[in-house]
C-alpha cells in the first residue's frame, strides 16, 4: 500500500455542495442559515455536549441517526438562535426545518441533521428558514466560495471564519477532508458519545458509519476536548463529520494516516477557536508532564485553565506563578507540593514546589507578555501528560458577555 499525506491550502472533498442565505435571524442581517447537501446518502459519526440542558436540534439529530443507521443527506445549520431551553416549540421548529430542507433536497426528513447557534431561551422562527429555502435550490454549488460561505453564515461572536483542509493519497487514489467550524466563547467542549462550538468535518473517503464513529472520537479526545476559553460547556456543542464516498478510496479501521490526518485537521480547528476566543490577547499552550496518569494531567491542565486568577493574571502579563501552584494543588490530581516544577517556555519559574533560584521576574513578565506563549508544569508522579490549549480573561470578555443578549 503506498499512502502520502499532504495538506493542501484548498481542497473540497467530492460529493458535497454548499450554499448559505439570510432567513433573518440574526440582528446584524448577515447570512444566518447554510447547508451542506450531500449529492448521496453519506456516512456519519456525531458527538454532542456534555452539558444536560441539551438543544432541540441534538435530540433530533440523535433520534435521525439512529434511524438511517448513521446516513445523512443534508445539514441544516442557523445562527442567531440556540433553539435551545425552548420546549416542545424547539422541536417543532428543528423537524419543520428537516421537512422543508428534505423536500429540497429531495430525501427524507430523518436525513437531515439540524444545528443551531445563538441566544437560549427564545423560540426559533421556523418560518423565517422555510420561507427562505426555496431560494437556495439554485445556488447550492461545490466549490470553495460556497464552502466558505456556510462558514461565514454559522459566525456569531466569531471574528473570523475557521476552516481547515487535508489531502491524502492511498493507492493512486486522492482522499480530502475539509472542515469548519465556529466558536469563540461558552467554549468548553466536553463531549461524548451521548458560543457553542459547531464542527463539521467533510471527506470524500467511502467508509462505514461504525467505522467513521471511531475516527472521529479518537481524533476528538486530543484536539476539541483539550481546548477552553471560559470553562462553561455549552448545550449545543457538536461535531459532525460525513464520508461521502465520493473519491471512490475505501478506508477501514486502523488506517493510521487517515487517523493523523483527520487529527491535524481537528486540532487546526480546535487551536483557531482558542485564537478568536471572545476577547482574548493570549493563547497559552499548557504541557503538563509527569503526572501519575493522563486523566490525572487533564484535571490539572483544566484547573489552571479555568481559574480566573490565573487568566487574569495571563491578561496582565503578571508572571504570578502561586495562582498555578494553588490551581494545581486543588486540581484533584496526585501531587506531590515539595516535587513540582513550573516553566515559562524554558525560562524556569518554580523548582521543587519554591520559586526556582534563578527565577527572573523581569524576563518572566517579557514572555508572557507575547500573544502566544507556553507553560509546562512538570509533576514527577510518573508518566502521565497532557496538552491543552486555553486563553487569557480580559475586560472585553466580560464586556461581549454582559450584553450579549440585548
Not at 492511498?170 to 467542549?189: F, Q, V, Y
Request: aromatic residues 6%; charged residues 20%; proline residues 4%.
Amino acid at each position: 500500500m503506498t499512502e502520502m499525506t499532504h495538506t493542501h491550502e484548498f481542497v473540497i472533498p467530492l460529493g458535497f455542495r454548499f450554499g448559505a442565505t439570510k432567513a433573518g435571524l440574526k440582528k446584524s442581517g448577515k447570512t444566518d442559515f447554510a447547508l451542506i447537501v450531500a449529492d448521496a446518502p453519506a456516512s456519519a459519526a456525531a458527538v454532542y455536549t456534555a452539558n444536560r440542558v441539551t438543544a432541540a436540534p441534538l435530540i433530533i439529530d440523535k433520534q435521525h441517526l439512529r434511524t438511517t443507521g448513521g446516513k445523512l443527506r443534508a445539514v441544516a445549520i442557523n445562527a442567531g438562535n440556540a433553539n435551545c431551553a425552548a420546549g416542545q416549540a424547539g422541536l417543532d421548529a428543528a423537524n419543520a426545518t428537516c421537512r422543508a430542507v428534505a423536500e429540497l433536497v429531495g430525501c427524507r426528513p430523518e436525513e437531515v441533521f439540524p444545528s443551531s447557534t445563538g441566544v437560549i431561551g427564545v423560540p426559533l422562527p421556523a418560518e423565517k428558514i422555510v420561507a427562505a429555502l426555496p431560494g437556495m435550490a439554485a445556488s447550492l454549488g461545490s466549490d470553495l466560495d460556497h464552502f466558505q460561505q456556510v462558514a461565514q453564515a454559522m459566525m456569531t461572536t466569531d471574528t473570523v471564519e475557521k476552516t481547515a483542509f487535508a489531502q491524502l493519497e492511498i493507492d493512486g487514489s486522492e482522499i480530502r477532508i475539509a472542515a469548519l467550524c465556529k466558536g469563540a466563547g461558552m467554549i468548553h467542549p466536553q463531549l461524548m458519545p451521548h458560543a457553542t462550538m459547531l464542527v463539521y468535518i467533510l471527506t470524500d473517503a467511502d467508509i462505514e458509519p461504525a467505522v467513521l464513529d471511531s475516527y472521529l472520537r479518537d481524533s476528538i479526545e486530543v484536539s476539541f476536548n483539550r481546548i477552553s476559553v471560559d470553562g462553561d460547556t455549552s448545550t449545543n456543542d457538536t461535531v459532525l463529520l460525513m464520508a461521502s464516498g465520493g473519491s471512490g478510496a475505501v478506508v477501514g479501521e486502523n488506517h493510521a494516516a487517515f487517523g493523523a490526518a483527520l487529527t491535524k485537521v481537528c486540532t487546526s480547528l480546535a487551536r483557531q477557536i482558542v485564537a478568536d476566543g471572545e476577547g482574548v490577547t493570549h493563547v497559552v499552550e499548557l504541557h503538563i508532564e509527569g503526572a501519575a496518569t493522563d486523566a490525572d494531567a487533564l484535571k490539572v491542565a483544566k484547573a489552571i485553565a479555568h481559574s480566573p486568577l490565573v487568566k487574569t493574571a495571563w491578561s496582565g502579563g503578571d508572571p504570578n506563578w502561586g495562582r498555578l501552584a494553588a490551581a494545581i494543588g486543588y486540581s484533584g490530581a496526585q501531587i506531590d507540593p515539595d516535587r513540582f516544577d513550573i516553566r515559562f517556555g524554558d525560562l524556569a519559574i518554580c523548582l521543587d514546589g519554591g520559586r526556582a533560584p534563578d527565577f527572573d521576574e523581569k524576563a518572566a513578565h517579557d514572555y508572557i507578555a507575547q500573544r502566544e506563549f507556553s507553560v509546562t508544569i512538570e509533576l514527577h508522579q510518573g508518566a502521565g501528560s497532557c496538552l491543552f490549549w486555553t486563553t487569557d480573561l480580559t475586560h472585553e470578555y466580560v464586556s461581549i458577555n454582559a450584553d450579549y443578549s440585548t
